[in-house]
């Protein structure tokens, strides 16, 4: 079956650090792109960033909101992908979810999602 | 680009046709996908590239047009129906956005 699960959210203070993983199975996770949004309690669903295969490089794009502060990484041996966030605002508190970005560009497998609450 | 969804709450009956309304700032060719969620779920894939049925989605979920006008159709509402729905540009990929969603609730 494929499946991508979220985990390493929590609460965290402004200012601090967090990094998420999206552990992946039942598909060969190095040929894909991965991206990651996210959902603020009560709103719609944001674009965050993603990363492209190796591949294609292995490159990363961000969302201007998330640019400079957040970064993703993968690790093709352990099917993970990485959110590492810095300087966390109350801003981005969100639930986040990763996705597997099929071969034509849109978002055919979703994790269930991690929840990150910013505050003091 | 900027999606907008109508209309953003939508009560219906089981059985009842449906249509969503999605439309995009600019022309998005047929990049457009559907989202179905449910509360404390994550987004399921409907419908890519506009029209196409993402494999395992019940026949009653169609999609169609192109450029910057779209629709999401269910054919004869059924009770697991009921969540909201979100259109997705993907022709800027990765920089996607989606509408604000439309929620689908019993009359």
């Known amino acids: 079956e494929v499946q991508l699960v979220e985990s390493g959210g929590g609460l965290v203070q402004p200012g601090r650090s967090l990094r998420l993983s999206c552990t992946a199975s039942?598909?060969?996770?190095?040929?894909?792109?991965m991206s990651w949004f996210r959902q603020a309690p009560g709103k719609g669903l944001e674009w965050v960033g993603f990363i492209r295969s190796k591949t294609y490089g292995g490159t990363t794009q961000y969302a201007a909101s998330v640019k400079g502060r957040f970064t993703i990484s993968r690790d093709d041996s352990k099917s993970i992908a990485y959110l590492q966030m810095s300087s966390l605002k109350t801003e981005d508190t969100a639930v986040y979810f990763c996705?597997?970005?099929?071969?034509?560009?849109?978002?055919?497998?979703w994790g269930k999602g991690t929840t990150v609450t910013v505050s003091s | 680009i900027q999606m907008t969804q109508s209309p953003s709450t939508l009560s219906a009956s089981i059985g009842d046709r449906v249509t969503i309304t999605c439309r995009a700032s600019?022309?998005?060719?047929?990049?457009l996908a559907w989202y179905q969620q449910k509360p404390g779920k994550a987004p399921k894939l409907l419908i890519y590239k506009a029209s196409s049925l993402e494999s395992g989605v019940p026949s009653r979920f169609s999609g169609s047009g192109s450029g910057t006008e779209f629709t999401l159709t269910i054919s004869s509402l059924q009770p697991d129906d009921f969540a909201t729905y979100y259109c997705?540009?993907?022709?800027?990929?990765?920089?996607?956005?989606f509408g604000p969603g439309t929620n689908v609730d019993i009359k």
């Open positions: 039942g598909f060969t996770f190095g040929d894909y792109a």
């Open positions: 600019q022309s998005i060719s047929s990049w």
């Open positions: 996705t597997r970005d099929s071969y034509y560009y849109y978002m055919d497998v």
């Open positions: 997705q540009q993907y022709s800027s990929y990765p920089f996607s956005t």
